[in-house]
């Protein structure tokens, strides 16, 4: 049997590709806000719901320069419980970052913890859509709100989710989505900021481009962030399949709940029903002593059989060397953080996974 991974990117037939291709030959524009690129903007404003979209190379770059659009400095307080980008963006803007712990049931920043966490040198707040569920957005923002800090979401895992038909994009000073390969939407590679007004978009947009206004003005020490053109073309073509694609995910997701519900010690999570779900990733929590194998012992179990699941987010960022030695870095700030890496497990979920390759993932559960 070939190699089962926890994703595998959305593809559209490349026959639809090429004439994307071939327009960006024919106009010899390759990058700098090509027509694709203004096209795409719009595009996912319009899917997304939202006021203004900056494209970007990457995530990461676009969470670099969100921070750097905010001038943030001193601490930021954000969860030890995401990808390693998250807390990178803020060293690599010579911030320091404060970790607080997560929620039991969502995995996201816990805003009591936060809100402990807050000293006189905090500036910001970086919360995590962990696996796309949406963070307690009022909370966030009353405490923003109370301690005059800025409010930026990592939401890499939470294109199109929304919470009573308003997208989570909407909320905070900025918001940064991914659009990396195993990303639900993709462009290859690739990023944007979310933003909420024109003066912010524009401020972006420069920082994104050297800090260029015009052809002789620069404004600011930018840095090149820019998405190509091929990317942003083939973002137009993926928004065509973008819902289809989440309907697959949303069947599979069903699946696996409905059959692993019977199974002792393997817990999902649910879906709230305010939340328009994009079933970015499928976590699974395993208690060993009610399931009678730990984490890492199903995870080998799952390798012997081909299957590839991975163990988002564990080790925590807050162990890593480049952290570890931070005073908020200890296990005891962060226990519930190092209790949920110790036992989640994210299983393969993607728009092609087929029926098959699911009934033998669950069959391993069993
Ligand atoms: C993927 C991801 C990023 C980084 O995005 P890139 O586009 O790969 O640079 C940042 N934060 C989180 C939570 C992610 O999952």
């Known amino acids: 049997m070939k190699k089962i991974h926890v994703t595998s990117p959305l593809l559209p037939p490349i026959e639809e590709f090429t004439p994307y291709l071939e327009k960006i030959w024919e106009s010899k524009w390759l990058t700098n806000n090509g027509q694709f690129h203004k096209q795409l903007e719009q595009e996912i404003c319009d899917y997304l719901g939202v006021k203004h979209v900056c494209l970007f190379s990457n995530g990461t770059l676009a969470l670099i320069t969100a921070l750097q659009a905010l001038r943030i400095t001193g601490e930021v307080i954000t969860t030890p419980f995401s990808f390693v980008a998250t807390t990178h963006s803020l060293w690599w803007n010579n911030i320091k970052p404060v970790f607080a712990d997560i929620e039991p049931d969502s995995f996201n920043l816990d805003p009591t913890k936060v809100e402990a966490a807050i000293t006189p040198n905090t ?62 939407f993709n462009t290859f590679e690739g990023g944007a ?18 800090g260029f206004r015009g052809e002789t003005t620069v404004v600011a020490p930018g840095i090149n962030a820019k998405m190509n053109e091929i990317q942003a073309a083939f973002g137009l073509l993926q928004l065509k399949y973008i819902d289809a694609a989440r309907e697959k995910r949303k069947t599979i997701a069903e699946t696996y709940r ?72 200890n296990p005891d700030n962060l226990s519930i953080a190092n209790d949920i890496a110790e ?24």
């Open 193 to 210: 900021i979310i933003c909420h007004d024109e003066k912010m978009k524009r401020h972006i947009d420069d920082l994104k481009n050297f």
């Open 258 to 329: 409905e059959a692993l519900k019977v199974v002792n010690g393997i817990e999902c999570l649910h879906d709230a029903p305010i939340v328009k779900h994009a079933y970015s990733y499928f976590p699974v929590l395993i208690d060993k002593e009610k399931y009678g194998m730990s984490r890492d012992q199903l995870y080998e179990k799952l390798i012997e059989n081909n299957i590839y699941s991975r163990r988002y987010f564990y080790p925590l960022i807050s162990n890593f060397p480049t952290y570890r030695g931070l005073k908020s870095s």
């Open 343 to 366: 036992k989640v497990l994210c299983l393969p979920i993607y728009p092609d996974l087929s029926a098959d390759h699911i009934k033998t993932i669950i069959r391993i559960f069993e």
């Open 123 to 184: 500036t910001a707040i970086m919360p995590v859509h962990v696996y796309g569920n949406p963070c307690n957005l009022e909370a966030f923002q009353q405490i923003a709100d109370t301690y005059n800090l800025k409010l930026i979401y990592d939401a890499a895992h939470a294109f199109g989710v929304e919470v009573n038909g308003n997208s989570v994009l909407n909320f905070g000073d900025l918001s940064i989505l991914s659009f990396h390969a195993t990303k639900v």
